[in-house]
């Protein structure tokens, strides 16, 4: 049998349109597919080693290598708080005795003396008392030094003797090292789970209060290990391998050297006690700068879920781009999973951006001052939101990696410079309290400190020049200029950002 075309023109230029229309598709599906092939190198992967089976670059061993060099069982201070914390610390997506293994510990037990959050204590306790008195199953209080403390404060801070010296224990260790893979391995690094933080956040919290409650007391000894406790324990929290773990660093070193302030202030702290505590926050190492986490950690974690998402079906990078998307990490406007297969996404090209930009990030961050430091992060933001405005391509785009996943560092810098201002006013105010003990009143200038009650005394890393500081009658008054680099009196009130000590 003989086919024949139409003889009607519009019905032979409609086939011919179609056909046309078909090749087009097939070609940008073939182009499509092709995008999705990535080589790698400096410029595209950054690294090339170690590998997976299916030959892709293995990001989440070469992040846990970097952050485990020189790590051991016996100086990694992490299964030390897993056993104050328990077994809700641990991630559910892995095998139970997954991460424990790892770090060479033993089965960590369903039930056993960990800390006790707020939440569950509170719980607990309004479950399991026949008082209807509201303070004897209220929560524990924000405690205000030096009021006596709630009996719901005192509780629980009892029931969480046992966990915080386990914790006092695990921040005497060098090292932190939390592996993301417990014989499970996630998808992307992306998906990591962290539950440890909360209950780490909780630590803290409670070593402070502690502290405080101590202090008024009368247990100066107690309150010191605690605050001493709370510092080693930033510290440990600053060399971890995500920015969300050293942005609690920052909190914690922050609450611990306001409390060593207020009690200092307080004159609970004798002579020795004030030495000793100076000298502790002399001989710590400041918090590390996020440059390392940046460059070995959140790098890769970008790199390796544009790779990922690479090697999914279209279908499936559709919903993950949808998923992402809707988490609020970037834009909203991704196209139906559904028309993925024709879209060519530049995986490529993004990973190159993405190290272009990071390396643009660095640079930043190793501006010799803070100024010049926020300047640099600043534009590099402004940079990113206005290609994000000027982009009108979406997902063909090198941009779209950017937008999903890069973080806002200018807000963790400020905080990170902020916990470090807090300690280097908390060592200077504690020589400012041995010298009043010793002088019956304060110096008329920082310089009559040294070398007896400090061997130097700081400068502000905001402004780097010296603190503000100021004998006011029998008082003082000594603050940073905080990061608007702007002299407000001392003030920390919007819009004034001053950090300051205690004034007395």
Not at 93 to 99: E, R, W, Y
Not at 171 to 197: K, T
Not at 228 to 238: C, K, N, S, V, Y
Not at 279 to 294: I, K, Q, T
């Amino acid at each position: 049998m003989t086919l024949h075309p139409p003889r009607s023109r519009f019905w032979r230029l409609s086939i011919y349109f179609v056909c046309l229309l078909l090749v087009l598709l097939a070609l940008d599906m073939l182009w499509a597919h092709a995008r999705r092939t990535i080589h790698p190198g400096y410029a595209t992967t950054r690294i090339v080693e170690p590998r997976l089976d299916d030959g892709t670059v293995d990001y989440l061993t070469a992040i846990e290598t970097y952050f485990s060099r020189g790590v051991t069982a016996d100086n990694n201070a992490f299964p030390l708080l897993l056993e104050a914390l328990g077994r809700e610390a641990l991630p559910k997506t892995q095998p139970p005795d997954g991460i424990t293994g790892r770090l060479g510990m033993r089965h960590l037990p369903e039930k056993g003396d960990y800390l006790v959050v707020i939440s569950d204590f509170t719980k607990s306790r309004a479950a399991h008392s026949a008082s209807t008195q509201p303070d004897d199953v209220a929560q524990p209080d924000e405690y205000e030094f030096p009021k006596p403390p709630s009996p719901a404060t005192v509780a629980w801070l009892a029931v969480n003797e046992k966990p915080l010296a386990k914790i006092r224990a695990a921040a005497e260790r060098p090292r932190y090292f939390v592996p993301f893979n417990g014989g499970n391995r996630p998808d992307m690094i992306f998906s990591v789970l962290l539950p440890h933080l909360n209950r780490l956040r909780e630590a803290t919290r409670a070593l402070r209060t502690r502290a405080l409650v101590r202090a008024a007391s009368g247990d100066t000894d107690g309150a010191l290990d605690d605050l001493l406790t709370e510092f080693r324990l930033a510290r440990l929290l600053g060399q971890a391998a995500t920015l969300v773990e050293r942005s609690l660093a920052n909190v914690a070193e922050t609450d611990a050297a306001q409390a060593a302030r207020t009690v200092s202030a307080a004159g609970k702290f004798s002579p020795a006690q004030l030495r000793a505590l100076g000298d502790a926050l002399a001989a710590m190492p400041d918090l590390r700068a996020p440059g390392e986490c940046v460059d070995n950690g959140e790098r890769f974690m970008v790199l390796d879920a544009t790779m990922r998402i690479a090697r999914l079906s279209p279908a499936e990078a559709g919903r993950m781009f949808k998923a992402i998307a809707s988490g609020g990490t970037g834009t909203t406007d991704v196209p139906a999973p559904e028309l993925f297969r024709f879209l060519p996404i530049p995986y490529e090209q993004s990973m190159i951006a993405a190290n272009q930009w990071y390396d643009g990030l660095l640079a930043a961050l190793r501006q010799p001052t803070f100024a010049l430091r926020r300047d640099a992060t600043d534009r590099w933001e402004a940079s990113i939101r206005d290609m994000a405005t000027a982009n009108h391509v979406g997902m063909l785009s090198p941009a779209w990696a950017l937008q999903l996943f890069m973080p806002s560092l200018s807000r963790f810098q400020v905080r990170w410079e902020t916990a470090r201002a807090e300690t280097r006013l908390t060592r200077i105010a504690l020589a400012l309290a041995l010298y009043k003990s010793e002088r019956n009143a304060y110096p008329a200038s920082l310089d009559e400190l040294v070398p007896a009650y400090i061997k130097s005394t700081p400068p502000d890393n905001f402004a780097d020049r010296p603190f503000h500081y100021a004998r006011t009658g029998e008082g003082y008054t000594l603050y940073s200029v905080g990061p608007n680099l702007t002299d407000d009196a001392g003030s920390p009130i919007a819009p004034a950002d001053d950090i300051p000590a205690l004034v007395k």
